[in-house]
């Protein structure tokens, strides 16, 4: 991330900036208010620090908007990136989400506004038996939603899992077939969150959790633990529901799962929603 | 779509369909009701016929869900697809796509549920000087919603445009930056819409609409009927959302608007909801 | 896919075609040749009828591209556009296909060129107790390469089927994890290939064939029958590999097989050429 | 990154790894080599460190694969993993990523192998009138081929630049029709290669370079720069060739461009091969 001179020389354009007119800043007459109006589909390195594990760099992907009152006619999008530029350096926790989506406001002198971002995320986990550890990558998004004065925080986690089938197990001779699944929980973070226990909270109502190493005595705990849980998309969304309802940390949520079903060229879906 | 000898010679398994015991069907004692469930990621041939459009054939991805009392265990994934294999061979109006919800609560015995269908469509346009003809594609979802005695349904169409910026226009010497968009009008339908109208009404808000072919007094034609209309990204959602205001076919509405900046690695982003 | 106004009137840019410079055909002085250029991600509705199925109506994406000599400055994109208009309302075979080579290279004046299309395709299925049917979605790409004077045309098809590991089953006292797995043969057609013939030959080397709609009975069968069968994803890439060397329309071929793992966040992948 | 119980209690499944039997290992008697068998889509973090920048941390997608002689059943995936583990913590350099080839072809004893590895991959680059600085994301893939005793590396590089249509220009009273366009150079790396100077030699050849943050001065830049620069898909590709061939440390490569058509819904693309 070194700086780099843009090779350019120098520019030939000597109008200076007060010069240059501001149409963004003009009056627009339509009368009509935008809810949301920024930029989307920004990578930006980050370094993110979850509540229970290490500082962790990341690379995310945002989206930021505000709301654009009806007689102003557009936003100053370059002050979206000027925030991800500062902020580099700085690790992300969710106090720091916060305080960001504050300064996205002031910024942009903006009443309210949104900014999404999602990333990978790792964690080590140790084989169950061998006890080789490797690393699991989810698929993390922070969506923070600010008026002025509160700010409302939600955190989406996907869980890749194993799911097997109960009526299969029931009416087969042997066998049963199971795939790979997504738990998608969607939380809303009302206080600061310990996403290993909410991401093994939700491995364990799995018919097994996933790792990335595993060796052969594993491969036989791993088959075997799914044949004794077997689970339905149905059963996933509702054991998942039922350990969201426990942890204090959340408040309202959806809880997704599709299974990627091993039988079909398509998925099982199912979906709670406690709002 | 023949159908195909599967190849598999006669089964051994010689149980008879009534003793296989039904585990869906049994009954759940975690009172938790599920709002969604059901199939995603299923791909089947549909002949769709839009008001004022001739029936065409295209391939539509479906997402299809009931509501699951908390008394159920499970609901019965496979009646989903019998409902599409029916369809077979019939024309898809907004119509007929009520009737499939109807059809669907009642194979399910489900006081609720949802399809979804997006699929490619295509619309035959003429070059605005040369007069030559090509199709432009566009996606489309209808998004049905079902409860026991009434149906509202939503159409989205994904418009690709060209939009010139005003600011880069208006503080240039020479030239504007421009890119294609993407406009994304989703809209409930409350009486059928003519989709060629839509569309139309949509690309004439855009600094240009986009074509499949263009000869050379065309791209003349489009590159300063772009530059004569500037707009930002705030004005393509302004300006649609009036169009949409006076069709009396659309009720309530959002529109997006994504410019994949050519100037940026990044996109400009804009919505307006009227709800 | 009517045609439709483009509501843009008269057009004040009177210039006549003739006096338009065209750009693309002037000289280039950089004595580089360019192996490919043309056009990419353009979506058309086909009407594809291989042998041994009936016409299917479909959407294919086309990537065409021809050959530029060195000292030419451009090709001129419209005249792919213009083909594929031309193609509209004709059946699709692989003898038009050759046909469609060669006319773009006469349209396009180039020595060489590539069309590649790639498009959803259904095959109705029987479910193997019950009778069931229903349809099978699968991604077949035509690549056709022109020369003047001959085309060589390979097929490439995506065959989604169940995998289920057979060090699983070994060293598990019940169970065996298993999951969807795509195969995909890329076969180059000597002579007209029968679509569905290549297809069930490849199912039939897996541990069990997908299906759309199965009933209870049904699901009985394919979960033993996975369980009978089980196969590494070296295993699906050797037997397929043994399956197409016994086909005599196919020439050279590569087979590719990825499990998306039920055990893990990751794919087993394993690949054979015979060129 | 901390290690985590996997809260799943001691195991009941007792049996000793070496009494557990290695199905992989067995002997196959089908006679057919395999070219690639391993793994694909496994995410990892990385801290890659190239020529002329800092170490930088990023997420990385690999896809690893070696050559399986006929005479054996199955290859042993954990041990992948197992290497990809190993690397946590230390700097990814070009000599490291052959040493790590090395190293995957004498713990999976085979002859030959492939390792790429994808990651986002950013430089901080200064906007040309304004001199503000910000972050510019690139795609980077390495893809190294490795046989007992040489490694052959090759850099891929994604570039998302400007380009504006010459031919617009030219038959247009004024403006231009411009768009991002990605230009794609995959590179055979035969000594360490300055990877910043790579991405600017590249950009200089485009209509204009792209930046993540613009102020109003630098935006009349740019949007002059391009007018003044209008580059068809063909030239963009032979102008990159150009310059790669005056870079010493690449030796055989390939160029892609593929503009993003501000007046269509499909891409221009062009390809020059030198191998």
């Known amino acids: 991330m ?10 030939s354009s000597s109008t200076s900036p007060q010069a240059i007119p501001d149409v963004q800043s ?34 995310a992907e945002f989206e930021m908007t505000v709301y654009l009152p009806p007689e102003q006619k557009g936003t ?3 002050r979206f990136i000027a925030l991800l530029e500062e902020m580099q350096g700085h690790a992300l926790t969710i106090a720091s989400f916060r305080a960001m989506l504050r300064d996205m406001l002031e910024r942009l002198d903006a009443p309210s506004g949104r900014v999404q971002m999602k990333l990978p995320y790792f964690i080590s986990k140790i084989a169950p038996v061998s006890g080789v550890s490797s690393l699991m990558d989810y698929e993390i998004t922070l969506d923070g939603h600010a008026k002025k004065g509160s700010e409302e925080i939600w955190m989406t986690v996907v ?3 194993t799911s097997l089938c109960p009526c299969s197990k029931k009416i087969s001779e042997y066998g049963a077939h199971n795939q790979r699944s997504h738990v998608t929980a969607n939380v809303r973070v009302d206080n600061d969150l310990d996403i290993g226990l909410l991401i093994s909270s939700i491995e364990q109502q799995a018919s097994c959790e996933l790792f990335g190493l595993l060796k052969r005595p594993d491969e036989k705990y791993v088959t075997e633990r799914a044949y004794d849980n077997p689970k339905f998309v149905e059963d996933l969304v509702r054991d998942v529901a039922i350990v969201l309802n426990k942890l204090p940390e959340v408040g309202a949520y959806t809880v997704e799962a599709e299974n990627f079903e091993s039988i079909h060229n398509h998925s099982a879906y199912a979906k709670i929603e406690k709002l």
């Open 26 to 59: 003009s009056v627009d007459n339509r009368h009509i208010a935008i809810q949301s109006v920024g930029i989307r589909s920004v990578k930006y390195p980050v370094l993110i620090e979850l509540k229970g594990q290490k500082p962790m760099p990341s690379v």
């Open 76 to 78: 100053h999008m370059s």
């Open 2 to 11: 070194n700086s780099r001179d843009v090779g350019m020389g120098p520019t």
């Open 159 to 161: 869980v890749p899992v």
